[in-house]
């Protein structure tokens, strides 16, 4: 796992944004895991200056949601389609064919659907670059504390927490759904990478646990350290409780100068 530790949520924005669009260039056909929540949007907002100053071209590009809320319909202010094309796809050149997100809205049938979903990412020859948030009960995706971590897409139950957390997000009348179609913790694993980003104080234990706690579905997101190519993007209070913080710049000075034209 390469943990890099920036300044500030900017810092982190804008690396992140880097690493994806090295990505998009070395591989104009990416297919590329994309997630939502408040820390990758200023992510989103460089990539689509990058693609609007600089030309960073996303035609060929698939992309693979990691979740949406179960009964939200896609034009709902609080659905993941709705945040992707606000705050990314209506901003760039992607062909709306290229783009999967899971539907809220599927009329039960919920396994067949989940099957498809996994279906359709295998198609389309896996996931090269999976982009992650962690919440504050260290989960990834929505897959809460006692996930598989061999779990497949899936239909799950969110906890009072992670409720509470999003609940701010919602209108006063709005009813906040309670389950969400989810990628799992093996879906997860299967990408070629990963890249989690986390940035402010309410997500360093969160952090510690992903990073240096044990492997364990009480965290979902420590299952990134048996991922042979993950890396971490943190600003400093995201990192404040990471004991090896002195040696994690070390091992990103060296890796620079041991690979330096590696795309991380």
Not at 131 to 160: C, D, Q, W, Y
Request: hydrophobic share 40%; glycine share 8%; aromatic share 6%.
């Amino acid at each position: 796992m390469l943990v890099i530790i920036r300044r500030d949520s900017r810092q982190v924005s804008e690396e992140a944004a880097r690493i994806v669009a090295a990505a998009v260039r070395a591989k104009p056909t990416l297919v590329l895991g994309l997630a939502t929540g408040s820390t990758p949007v200023g992510m989103y907002h460089e990539l689509v200056r990058l693609h609007t100053e600089d030309g960073l071209d996303f035609a060929k590009v698939t992309t693979f949601n990691l979740d949406e809320y179960l009964g939200l319909a896609a034009e709902h202010e609080q659905s993941y389609h709705y945040y992707m094309n606000e705050h990314l796809f209506r901003h760039i050149n992607i062909p709306p064919k290229n783009v999967h997100i899971p539907d809220g809205q599927v009329p039960g049938g919920y396994e067949s659907y989940c099957e498809s979903y996994e279906r359709q990412i295998q198609a389309a020859g896996g996931i090269d670059l999976q982009v992650l948030g962690i919440g504050k009960n260290g989960h990834i995706g929505f897959n809460e504390p006692a996930s598989s971590l061999a779990s497949k897409t899936r239909v799950k139950t969110l906890t009072m927490e992670t409720i509470a957390d999003n609940r701010r997000l919602f209108k006063p009348e709005d009813t906040m759904p309670t389950c969400a179609i989810t990628m799992g913790i093996g879906t997860i694993l299967q990408a070629r990478r990963l890249l989690l980003l986390a940035s402010g104080k309410g997500k360093d234990r969160a952090v510690a646990k992903a990073v240096e706690g044990p492997i364990t579905a009480s965290a979902t997101a420590s299952a990134l350290q048996i991922h042979p190519d993950a890396t971490v993007v943190l600003d400093r209070a995201a990192a404040s409780r990471l004991r090896n913080r002195t040696y994690y710049q070390r091992v990103l000075k060296m890796t620079a100068k041991l690979t330096p034209n590696r795309l991380w």
